[in-house]
């Protein structure tokens, strides 16, 4: 016969189990609790932002290179590490941005597609960048059905420059072979003969631009037709580079040369922390100002009076859902984003 269990440890038991079920009562509600606090930090709340990011230009020399070394240091005194990465320009930039492999990127207006522009937001427009066609002195050519038959360097596979350049050319009815060795390398090859024409996209400061401008045996071409080309390339603006502006003693240029420019954006990966987005956003602002209307070129003043303002809309219908800074001067048509 089994003895019967003491009294003691029945009353032990049962204060055990009320003080389990007291836990449970209090415990379960408070580790819910908790476990909603984990998931709303999850879900909602950003981790810090990285200090460091790596940020694609262009070709040594360019403007994208030389703004890029400028970002590096304004950076740095956030405590941003900044690597830049030399490419040949905006059509390797916009594929770099979507492998994810940098983290911001210069690139030219109307070269992103519909698919690239999905994964990517543009900071703003920054300056316009316009396309310069130089060619031989005595080279008659006025419109760019004249240049049938002559021997164009487009610039290289990747570059924005090849991107607008081809596709002018073939409104035109002009096709290849056309030469894409790196600009500096065209540029030489055109002042040595060995060229008709060379397509770059540069600043009118930019050292290349300077030295063919200098050299008496080639000219820059007028684009006669640019205001049709602004209505049906929504990402080009019509901009003036006056006489005389680059040299006044030996009037340079010898008159008014009318250029098609896109306008250089700043685009980010979609996934870039929030906080490192507005400080890119603030150095923008900080470097570029009021964006393209400095000297020497200005906006065409053929069909409105231009303005230079600031807007935090988005630069275009074809531009990012989220609006940024952005910095436009306007000849009557609006150039659009990265798109």
């Not at 070394?69 to 941003?80: C, T």
């Not at 059509?91 to 597609?113: C, H, I, T, W």
């Not at 290289?156 to 790196?182: C, H, K, Q, Y």
């Not at 070129?297 to 630069?315: D, F, H, M, Q």
Request: proline content about 7%; hydrophobic content about 45%; charged content about 20%.
């Amino acid at each position: 016969m089994s003895n019967p269990i003491p009294a003691s440890a029945v009353s032990r038991g049962s204060s055990v189990s009320r003080g389990l079920a007291d836990f449970l009562k209090l415990g379960t509600p408070l580790l819910a609790l908790v476990m909603l606090g984990f998931f709303v930090a999850y879900r909602f709340v950003d981790p810090a932002p990285p200090d460091r990011i790596v940020m694609a230009t262009g070709q040594p020399g360019g403007a994208y290179a030389v703004f890029g070394e400028v970002y590096r240091a304004r950076l740095a005194e956030f405590d941003i590490e900044v690597e830049l990465r030399e490419t040949a320009g905006s059509a390797e930039n916009l594929d770099l941005l979507a492998a994810e492999e940098v983290d911001v990127a210069f690139v030219q207006g109307g070269v992103a597609g519909a698919e690239a522009r999905k994964h990517l937001e543009s900071l703003g427009s920054l300056f316009y960048e316009p396309l310069w066609i130089f060619l031989r002195a005595d080279d008659p050519a006025e419109r760019l059905t004249d240049l049938s038959g002559r021997r164009l360097g487009i610039g290289p596979e990747g570059s924005g420059t090849i991107e607008v350049a081809t596709r002018l050319l073939e409104r035109n009815g002009l096709e290849g072979p056309f030469d894409r060795a790196p600009i500096a390398e065209s540029v030489d090859a055109l002042l040595a003969g060995q060229l008709d024409a060379v397509f770059l996209i540069a600043g009118a400061d930019s050292p290349l631009v300077a030295r063919l401008l200098r050299s008496g045996v080639v000219r820059p071409f007028s684009f006669r037709r640019a205001e049709a080309y602004t209505r049906t390339d929504r990402f080009l603006a019509h901009v003036v580079l006056p006489e005389g502006m680059i040299d006044y003693a030996r009037n340079l240029p010898a008159a008014d040369v009318d250029l098609v420019a896109p306008t250089a954006n700043l685009a980010v990966r979609e996934s870039l922390h929030p906080a490192l987005v507005d400080l890119l956003v603030q150095t923008a602002a900080a470097v570029h100002g009021q964006g393209g209307c400095s000297k020497p070129l200005v906006p065409s003043r053929r069909r409105s009076r231009s303005t230079c303002r600031s807007t935090s809309k988005p630069i275009a219908s074809t531009s990012m859902d989220r609006p940024f800074f952005s910095a436009i001067c306007r000849s009557g048509s609006r150039p659009s984003s990265i798109g």
